[in-house]
């Protein structure tokens, strides 16, 4: 792959500064037109000789995005004396063959050369970690401070073990890396001085002259010229840019705010080539010059990440093994311990032995992040709503060390075969895949500990990986897509058991940034469930949510939600909430597609409701669970009679307890005054055998269920306790009637759901 790009460190919060908007685009430069520009330009064109004195190239330059604060900064260089040892041939290939599933998806492979094109839905994503993954020091996250080799691995590693580690093949490699950044810091904090100087005396003549007299076909006065010139657009934006900054100084007399922003965005669609439609939606997030800062990152890739499997591997030693292979890399930052940044590989990094045996998967360092926002923890159950490829499932179920169950699930077929791939590669063993609409669920199966909701979107925050997004999203494109994910968010939140002892929590995140789909589906489910707050992320780095933007204004809670730019924290636009589940959904809530009466709700009429409408529940209501709820006392019979047959089997006498004894040869009195159970007892001892041992078995997982070995029966207890229901005709009609006739049943409800979830497992892939 070879080429060094995204040297920047990810993750850091850094603010936003002059040299990101002064950067020059790397192609170009023209003498600017104007007197100051020229003397600029004058400043600039010293700082790049300099820069060129140094050995360092423009194009490293521009990818390394030059933290001047750093400048200042000490530089620890690489140590001289380890430089001469030959890196060890890779003979590694020994230590993989055990491990190897093999399965290479092609889509993934396409990911992992970094250049893939990426569409709106598909952030590849995933790599979380645990909770001891976050890092609670915010202090400690500077991506401003050059790593030096003591911080390059995080807590879970020793560090003087990793120092002897590195090879000197990666001490070189790192230390080239130093000598050029701090090269190119130093140019830059030149230019930047000399600029300043020149700025700070601005007389009335050298406002900018940046729009026209004449008035356009939509009476705005500002310039139409199209020019051809790309530096002089690049002027002009600048010059743009600084009369917003500083209008009462710069501005030119009889000229209001509205004509600069007019010309600004006309000249940004025709510098970066955006539609209008979009450019215009995504200059409302930012004052003008962090506008600017944000579409320029657009233009150059992020730096390529890795996520380390911890079920297959730790991060130092792939580290070490990928050194051994030539690659230069460093941890990602302080902020996580598994991922590792790539600088530069002479190897492929989908097809290195270690990546074919499932040591690592490519992977967006935002892509994390929702993953670590969402904290799995081991035995629980989760459901990964739209998973494929799956970057973000196998970080889910390596956080849960392959144990609890995760369903993963996606609406396209096509997508699930590398999802597949990946469970496969990376020896996930804890996962189903399922492949339906997600908002099918809680009807599919509900009563999870967790909920992952990595929204389809309209990828405005992967721009540099997809470029065709500036032109082909519609004003259409942001109806549909936040309708849908309003509608998939309620089902996420449906699915959810608030009851759930370690868990109860939702977390929605997409890979765009447009307020349309985040701030305001998160507003949307925080009206239509009055039974979800939304708690902190715990992530340790991110921009508060808006609260109040273009005249929207938002719940006060949503600062908990967090916002990444490309321009601020170099990784890829995202955007990640996360809710906990109070109570019970309201028996009447509208659904993510139907209302409580079963007609289509006002979501799928395309009719928006942010009013909350929904009664809050009495305390008697609050004892219903809100889905999957289970009918405790008809359980109860089916787990005594279970019981009583495997006192039998056992060849004690189950008569001996009495109190099971009865209750098994009692035909059970249902809730609404029938006796299905008793009317099935005539069937065959086998046929109930399976169904009573279904039964207790989602009872036990539900309730008890959270203790089983890692990795070791998860996937074939899931499997037991869908498959067997398929057969449950019977019960299920039995239930159905239940639930038909809500007079003579008071608990419909809790029926209703389990019928529905049970009915639902006809996708179930194991
Ligand atoms: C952003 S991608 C998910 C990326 C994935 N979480 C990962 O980390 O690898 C969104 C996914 O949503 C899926 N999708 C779209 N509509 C869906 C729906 N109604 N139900 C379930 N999945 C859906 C798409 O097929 C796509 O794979």
């Given at each position: 792959m070879g080429g060094m790009r995204?040297?920047?460190?990810?993750?850091m919060p850094e603010p936003l500064d002059e040299s990101l908007v002064t950067r020059k685009r790397k192609d170009y430069e023209a003498p600017a037109p104007k007197e100051q520009k020229r003397r600029r330009t004058d400043a600039k064109a010293k700082a790049k000789a300099k820069a060129k004195a140094a050995p360092v190239s423009k194009k490293a330059a521009i990818a390394n995005g030059a933290a001047k604060k750093s400048a200042a900064k000490p530089v620890k260089a690489a140590k001289p004396a380890k430089k001469s040892a030959p890196p060890p041939v890779s003979d590694d290939e020994d230590v993989f063959s055990d491990a190897s599933?093999?399965?290479?998806?092609p889509d993934v492979m396409e990911d992992v050369l970094g250049d893939v094109k990426v569409t709106g839905l598909d952030a590849l994503g995933s790599a979380s970690e645990d909770d001891s993954e976050i890092d609670d020091d915010d202090d400690d996250f500077d991506s401003d401070v050059e790593p030096t080799k003591n911080a390059m691995?995080?807590?879970?590693?020793d560090e003087d073990d990793a120092q002897e580690q590195l090879t000197a093949a990666n001490i070189e490699g790192l230390s080239r890396k130093l000598d050029m950044q701090r090269a190119i810091e130093e140019a830059e904090a030149q230019a930047e001085l000399e600029e300043g100087n020149m700025q700070t005396n601005i007389a009335p003549a050298d406002r900018p002259k940046v729009l026209e007299d004449e008035e356009d076909e939509e009476g705005r006065k500002i310039s139409n010229l199209v020019t051809q010139d790309i530096q002089l657009l690049r002027t002009r934006l600048n010059d743009t840019i600084r009369v917003l900054d500083d209008f009462k100084n710069l501005a030119e007399p009889g000229r209001d705010r509205a004509e600069y922003r007019a010309q600004l965005l006309k000249d940004i669609c025709s510098y970066y080539g955006y539609s209008e439609f979009l450019a215009d939606k995504l200059l409302s997030l930012f004052p003008a010059r962090e506008a600017f800062a944000f579409f320029e990152a657009n233009e150059t890739p992020r730096p390529i990440v890795i996520r380390t499997n911890t079920l297959r591997t730790h991060r130092r030693e792939l580290a070490q093994s990928l050194i051994n292979r030539g690659v230069q890399l460093e941890p990602v930052g302080k902020w996580s311990k598994v991922g590792l940044q790539i600088f530069d590989a002479q190897v492929p990094l989908g097809a290195t032995p270690e990546y074919l045996a499932g040591h690592y998967i490519l992977q967006a360092a935002s892509s994390f992040l929702p993953v670590m926002a969402l904290a799995p923890q081991e035995n629980e159950r989760v459901l990964d709503m739209a998973a494929a490829p799956g970057g973000k499932t196998t970080h889910l179920a390596a956080l849960m060390k392959n144990t609890g169950c995760i369903?993963?699930?996606?609406?396209s077929k096509e997508r699930s075969k590398g999802l597949i791939g990946n469970i496969h590669r990376l020896g996930v063993r804890n996962s189903i895949v399922c492949n339906y609409s997600a908002l099918e669920f809680p009807k599919v199966m509900g009563g999870f500990d967790r909920v992952l909701l990595d929204a389809p979107c309209s990828g405005t925050g992967v721009i540099a990986k997809d470029a065709s997004v500036k032109t082909n999203k519609t004003e259409a494109d942001f109806m549909k897509l936040p309708h849908l994910q309003k509608q998939l968010i309620l089902a996420a939140i449906d699915s959810?058991?608030?009851?759930?002892?370690t868990g109860g929590y939702i977390v929605y995140s997409t890979c765009s940034v447009t307020v349309e789909e985040n701030e305001q589906v998160v507003q949307y489910a925080l009206n239509k469930r009055p039974n979800v707050r939304l708690v902190e992320t715990g992530l340790t780095f991110g921009k508060e949510g808006f609260t109040k933007i273009g005249g929207k204004i938002f719940h006060p809670s949503m600062k908990m939600t967090r916002r990444y730019y490309p321009h601020t924290y170099n990784v890829d636009g995202f955007f990640v909430s996360k809710f906990k589940k109070i109570g019970p959904t309201p028996p009447n809530a509208v659904g993510a597609n139907r209302s409580a009466n079963g007609q289509p709700s006002a979501s799928t009429t395309g009719q928006d409701e942010y009013v909350d409408k929904t009664p809050i529940l009495t305390e008697e209501e609050e004892e219903e669970d809100d889905f999957g709820g289970f009918d405790e006392e008809e359980d109860k019979a089916y787990i005594e009679r279970g019981q009583a047959r495997d006192a039998r089997r056992k060849g004690k006498d189950p008569k001996a307890d009495p109190s099971k004894a009865s209750k098994e040869s009692k035909p059970k009195e249902k809730k609404g005054g029938g006796k299905e159970v008793a009317g099935k007892e005539a069937k065959t001892e086998s046929k109930k055998s399976a169904e009573d041992v279904v039964v207790a078995d989602v009872k036990v997982s539900k309730k008890d269920g959270k203790g089983k070995k890692a990795g070791k029966t998860e996937s074939a207890v899931a499997v037991a306790e869908i498959t067997p229901v398929k057969n449950g005709t019977e019960k299920k009609k039995a239930k159905a009637e239940a639930v038909a006739s809500p007079a003579k049943s008071p608990k419909t409800n809790g029926a209703d759901k389990k019928v529905r979830r049970k009915s639902g497992d006809k996708k179930m892939k194991a």
């Open positions: 995204g040297k920047k460190k990810q993750g599933d093999g399965v290479d998806d691995w995080s807590d879970d590693e369903f993963a699930n996606d609406a959810v058991d608030h009851h759930s002892k």
